[in-house]
Antibody, heavy 119, light 107 residues
Framework: EVQLVESGGGLVQPGGSLRLSCAASGFTVSSSYMSWVRQAPGKGLEWVSGIYSVPATYYADSVKGRFTISRDNSKNTVFLQMNSLRAEDTAVYYC?????????????WGQGTLVTVSS | DIQMTQSPSSLSASVGDRVTITCRASQSISSYLNWYQQKPGKAPKLLIYAASSLQSEVPSRFSGSGSGTDFTLTISSLQPEDFATYYCQQSYSILLTFGPGTKVDIE
């Protein structure tokens, strides 16, 4: 069974850093297409970043240069390093997997982890 | 980036109603269009992929159509568990984008 479990969220001051983790089971992240998607309170879904099996990484313009996606194959885990955090980064962050290839849908989602950026 | 729009932004409907939500892309995305359902406090759930393919275990009252820039999600007979927010999402570009969502609530 595919499972994605996010962790690492919390309260951080503006300008601070946080690293989110997404522990995967039931498949291997090294051969998968993984994404982070966020949702600000009361708002819609926003794709943040993706990492592909090539490997290659991609970012939304809103986080480019501040966030870094990576993976540890030995831990079967994907990370999102978030630096220079802003109030507008406050959101629930979901890890998601595209099971069928780079142009497939986000078929599996974790439960999300809340990041709050506030002084 | 490819921009996605949805209409309406919200709608009120009754159990048994037929509901249609539309999604438009700012450029042609072929059939790389997916639909998700999200309930409060929960992660999104994939309903339809590749514009018209029903995800496993999703009830057949959900259907999708369209290609190019214009797409539709239809719920043929709304059920109490269908009251939620629905999002379209394009996967044509490696930079994924979502529509703003359509909230379906009880009339």
């Amino acid at each position: 069974e595919v499972q994605l479990v996010e962790s690492g969220g919390g309260l951080v001051q503006p300008g601070g850093s946080l690293r989110l983790s997404c522990a995967a089971s039931g498949f291997t992240v090294s051969s998968s297409y993984m994404s982070w998607v966020r949702q600000a309170p009361g708002k819609g879904l926003e794709w943040v970043s993706g990492i592909y099996s090539v490997p290659a990484t991609y970012y939304a313009d809103s986080v480019k240069g501040r966030f870094t996606i990576s993976r540890d194959n030995s831990k079967n885990t994907v990370f999102l390093q978030m630096n220079s955090l802003r109030a507008e980064d406050t959101a629930v962050y979901y890890c998601a997997r595209i099971p069928s290839g780079p142009q497939g849908p986000l078929g599996y989602w974790g439960q999300g982890t809340l990041v709050t950026v506030s002084s | 980036d490819i921009q996605m729009t949805q209409s309406p932004s919200s709608l009120s409907a009754s159990v048994g109603d037929r509901v249609t939500i539309t999604c438009r892309a700012s450029q042609s995305i072929s059939s790389y269009l997916n639909w998700y359902q999200q309930k409060p406090g929960k992660a999104p759930k994939l309903l339809i992929y590749a514009a018209s393919s029903l995800q496993s275990e999703v009830p057949s009252r959900f259907s999708g159509s369209g290609s190019g820039t214009d797409f539709t999600l239809t719920i043929s007979s709304l059920q109490p568990e269908d009251f939620a927010t629905y999002y379209c999402q394009q996967s044509y570009s490696i930079l994924l984008t979502f529509g703003p969502g359509t909230k379906v609530d009880i009339e």
